[in-house]
């Protein structure tokens, strides 16, 4: 089993629209998450840390399952400029963080 | 300059050729990484240092041979490299190296990456 894993998508979503995606982790004892934006040919970027309690930032939801060994990334009122690959991070004991490969996220008009 | 700047952003070299990235952060951080990012892939973390002192090596081959001469700038010397090689080469940088733990230490900045392609 990857240590992160996501779904590469992709997925095509009409302007507008509410998608969200998920992305499963395989070490308990991680204990920070996040997720960053990548745009085609450019570099990551952190979209949002997201904490036990879950957290919001405008149209964007990130969720932790615990439970579950999962994050979520919620887009509500999608936007064309939404496209991008989502990548996923945990942090690791290990002082390390591990990535996923990304999910790519098309919205289109 | 703001943020973190590599340069080249392309580079094409034979697998016998030496070349170097550069990358220089203007953010005042304490550890710098280089990682690589193939097609499709996860990100791969490759060297890490903290106050000018390597404190990672994720057995990367010896032909890629890193250096931080200040907290400033990080390079990543190339030699014989094997077409495999091609890929994305990524720096970034974070106040303090990362722990693991949730902490704005752990947010990483990136440069725009240096495109590199084995012939």
């Known amino acids: 089993r990857k240590e992160v894993e996501q779904d590469p998508g992709p997925f095509n979503v009409p302007e507008g629209a509410t998608v969200a995606f998920n992305c499963t982790y395989s070490?308990?004892?991680?204990?920070?998450f996040f997720w960053y934006r990548q745009d085609c040919r450019k570099e990551p970027k952190l979209l949002m840390s997201?904490?036990?309690?879950?957290n919001e930032d405008g149209r964007f939801t990130a969720q932790l399952n615990r439970a579950s060994q999962y994050i979520s990334l919620l887009i509500r009122d999608s936007k064309l400029s939404d496209s991008a690959t989502y990548l996923c991070v945990v942090g690791g004991s290990n002082y390390q963080l591990i990535w996923g490969a990304g999910t790519k996220l098309i919205i289109k008009p | 300059e703001t943020g973190v700047t590599q340069t080249p952003r392309h580079l094409v070299m034979g697998m016998t050729n030496k070349k170097s990235l550069k990358c220089e952060q203007h953010?005042?951080?304490?550890?710098m990484y280089w990682y690589k990012q193939s097609a499709k892939k996860p990100l791969e973390l490759m060297f890490v240092?903290?106050?000018?002192?390597?404190?990672e090596n994720n057995s990367v081959p010896s032909r890629f041979s890193p250096e931080c001469p200040n907290s400033s700038h990080l390079f990543l010397h190339l030699h014989t490299l094997q077409p495999e090689d091609s890929a994305l080469y990524l720096c970034?940088?974070?106040?303090?190296?990362?722990?693991?733990?949730?902490?704005?230490?752990?947010?990483?900045?990136f440069g725009a990456g240096s495109r590199l392609t084995v012939l």
């Open positions: 070490n308990s004892a991680s204990q920070s």
């Open positions: 240092y903290s106050l000018e002192e390597r404190v």
């Open positions: 953010l005042g951080h304490n550890a």
């Open positions: 970034a940088s974070s106040q303090d190296r990362i722990r693991g733990l949730r902490s704005g230490a752990n947010v990483l900045t």
């Open positions: 997201v904490y036990s309690s879950g």
